[in-house]
């Protein structure tokens, strides 16, 4: 989130080892989730096994008005006065191997808190056999503060809106079908790097794209994976908005048919390059290239295909005590206490737990989602080491946890790689990369020699 207040922290920051600072960890404690403990029904998943199914569903996630909006300081805990346009989840649900992962694109600035997550995550897998769950928020600066998920009326929006998420998923599941893929991957000059001035800049100029079909070529799912920070409508609008990926979505579902979904890239140093262009004409600018892409894509059915995944929470320090007395102030005076305690709550004990979920799909198709702000070069070192012949990484998934920052964007500093906004410990990003090419690997059935 953007902080008015910044000059102000900054005066603060020669006092900041008088504020307390957590201790480095050695190493990222890790609590795996075993995906073989979820035990979906075999019956109902039976036909996942033939072959690769999908299905796709989408749920109105809108808050009523009154809401505090999430993603700039300046607002503090001003509430929305209506809605722009609406904000939704779209789920996309993929079998294969008699096994199930769901991607769902939120209009959210970010995931829900632990607590709802968890309540949809049990759901899911109870009611739909899912076990592998990315909820990968669109990073919209004009969505609620999920963070208040004990604070009303935002406790009370949040039931409703997990309950719009999780049953998005299970209608999809419910809507399984034999579909066959194409996955496609263009770079386009729609982005910028807005954090670093030395050569070269980091950049993920790609747009990837996840196209199913079923086997009679009747769309079924675009799935969209871009980065860059949707802040394309002012400041100044008190309104609920999906910002860019709602108009792309709607532009790429008016063209090409079937559900779109938007899955926010490595978005933490990137912005949109406008040129100009308001929400409306950057999102249809940007689905004109999805729309570009399916258009050259040629749907298989794939053969035998296989489907894995594992989750982990990790442990790591932090640079920055949010709780020491004088932090809390400055941070309650720059946005407003009910948020500042929530992120409290979340690095309570001096430390950050990002989560990190990574599924394969047929041993060549990775997905990795992260619950924090991925800078963008992050994803690009992870591609060029996974060796798969498609990656997505995804930011905002899964939970959320500020930015994480590369050890050379800290040294360079600027907003998003300090300490401010990033109380994670140093090199803390470099290390669950590190921890996703490992998993990557263990989820390959065969392995390079």
């Given at each position: 989130m953007?902080?008015?207040?910044?000059?102000?922290f900054?005066?603060?920051?020669?006092?900041?080892?008088?504020l307390?600072?957590g201790?480095?960890?050695?190493?990222?404690?890790?609590?795996?989730?075993?995906?073989?403990?979820?035990?979906?029904?075999?019956?109902?998943?039976?036909?996942?096994?033939?072959?690769?199914?999908?299905g796709?569903a989408?749920a109105?996630?809108t808050?009523?008005?009154?809401?505090?909006?999430?993603?700039?300081g300046?607002?503090?805990?001003t509430?929305?006065?209506g809605?722009r346009?609406?904000?939704?989840?779209?789920?996309?649900?993929?079998?294969?191997?008699?096994?199930?992962?769901?991607?769902?694109?939120l209009d959210?600035?970010?995931?829900?808190a632990r607590?709802?997550?968890?309540a949809?995550?049990?759901?899911?897998r109870?009611?739909?056999?899912?076990?592998s769950?990315?909820?990968v928020?669109?990073?919209?600066h004009h969505g609620?503060?999920?963070e208040?998920?004990?604070?009303?009326?935002?406790?009370?929006?949040?039931?409703?809106?997990?309950e719009?998420?999780?049953?998005?998923?299970?209608?999809?599941?419910r809507?399984?079908?034999?579909a066959?893929?194409?996955?496609?991957s263009?770079?386009?000059?729609?982005n910028?790097?807005?954090?670093?001035r030395?050569e070269p800049?980091?950049?993920?100029?790609?747009?990837?794209?996840?196209?199913l079909?079923?086997?009679?070529?009747?769309?079924?799912?675009?799935?969209?994976?871009?980065?860059?920070?949707?802040?394309t409508?002012?400041?100044g609008?008190l309104?609920?908005?999906?910002?860019?990926?709602?108009?792309l979505?709607?532009?790429v579902?008016r063209?090409?048919?079937?559900?779109?979904?938007?899955?926010?890239g490595a978005v933490?140093?990137?912005?949109?390059?406008r040129?100009?262009?308001?929400d409306?004409?950057?999102?249809?600018s940007v689905?004109?290239?999805?729309?570009?892409?399916?258009a050259?894509?040629k749907?298989?059915?794939?053969?035998?295909?296989?489907?894995?995944y594992?989750?982990?929470?990790?442990?790591?320090?932090?640079?920055?005590?949010?709780?020491?007395?004088?932090t809390?102030?400055?941070?309650?005076?720059a946005?407003?206490?009910e948020?500042?305690?929530?992120?409290?709550?979340?690095?309570e004990?001096?430390?950050?737990?990002?989560?990190?979920?990574?599924?394969?799909?047929?041993d060549?198709?990775?997905?990795v989602?992260?619950?924090?702000?991925?800078?963008?070069a992050?994803a690009?070192?992870?591609?060029?080491?996974?060796?798969?012949e498609?990656?997505?990484?995804?930011?905002?998934?899964?939970g959320?946890?500020?930015?994480?920052?590369?050890i050379?964007a800290?040294?360079e500093g600027?907003?998003?790689?300090d300490?401010l906004?990033?109380?994670i410990e140093?090199g803390?990003?470099?290390?669950?990369m590190?921890?996703?090419?490992i998993?990557l690997?263990?989820l390959?059935r065969?392995?390079d020699?």
């Amino acid at each position: 989130m953007r902080n008015p207040w910044r000059a102000v922290f900054l005066a603060f920051l020669v006092a900041l080892p008088f504020l307390g600072r957590g201790l480095a960890q050695d190493a990222p404690a890790t609590q795996t989730v075993d995906p073989e403990s979820a035990g979906a029904r075999e019956a109902e998943l039976a036909e996942d096994s033939r072959g690769l199914v999908a299905g796709a569903a989408r749920a109105d996630i809108t808050p009523p008005p009154g809401l505090p909006l999430w993603g700039y300081g300046s607002r503090r805990d001003t509430p929305a006065r209506g809605t722009r346009d609406p904000l939704e989840a779209t789920a996309l649900v993929i079998g294969a191997g008699g096994r199930r992962m769901a991607l769902v694109g939120l209009d959210l600035g970010r995931p829900p808190a632990r607590e709802a997550m968890k309540a949809i995550e049990d759901r899911v897998r109870t009611e739909a056999g899912v076990e592998s769950l990315f909820l990968v928020a669109s990073h919209t600066h004009h969505g609620p503060c999920v963070e208040l998920e004990s604070v009303e009326p935002t406790a009370s929006w949040i039931e409703t809106a997990s309950e719009g998420i999780g049953g998005a998923v299970i209608e999809a599941a419910r809507s399984l079908r034999p579909a066959k893929m194409a996955v496609l991957s263009r770079k386009v000059d729609l982005n910028r790097n807005r954090h670093s001035r030395i050569e070269p800049v980091p950049i993920d100029p790609a747009i990837r794209v996840l196209h199913l079909v079923d086997l009679e070529d009747r769309p079924i799912a675009t799935a969209v994976s871009f980065s860059a920070h949707p802040t394309t409508v002012s400041a100044g609008v008190l309104e609920y908005s999906a910002d860019y990926p709602g108009h792309l979505r709607r532009l790429v579902e008016r063209k090409v048919g079937g559900v779109c979904l938007f899955l926010q890239g490595a978005v933490g140093d990137l912005s949109c390059r406008r040129d100009g262009k308001d929400d409306r004409g950057f999102g249809e600018s940007v689905g004109e290239e999805v729309v570009a892409l399916v258009a050259e894509a040629k749907p298989v059915r794939l053969e035998s295909p296989s489907l894995a995944y594992r989750g982990e929470e990790l442990r790591f320090g932090v640079r920055l005590r949010i709780d020491a007395p004088l932090t809390y102030a400055l941070y309650s005076r720059a946005f407003f206490p009910e948020l500042v305690d929530a992120y409290v709550k979340e690095y309570e004990g001096g430390a950050v737990r990002p989560r990190l979920t990574v599924a394969l799909l047929d041993d060549r198709i990775g997905f990795v989602g992260v619950s924090g702000e991925l800078f963008s070069a992050h994803a690009v070192r992870l591609r060029e080491r996974a060796r798969l012949e498609h990656l997505f990484v995804f930011s905002c998934t899964n939970g959320y946890q500020q930015y994480f920052p590369t050890i050379e964007a800290t040294a360079e500093g600027g907003y998003g790689a300090d300490e401010l906004v990033s109380p994670i410990e140093i090199g803390a990003g470099e290390r669950i990369m590190d921890r996703a090419l490992i998993l990557l690997y263990e989820l390959r059935r065969r392995r390079d020699p």
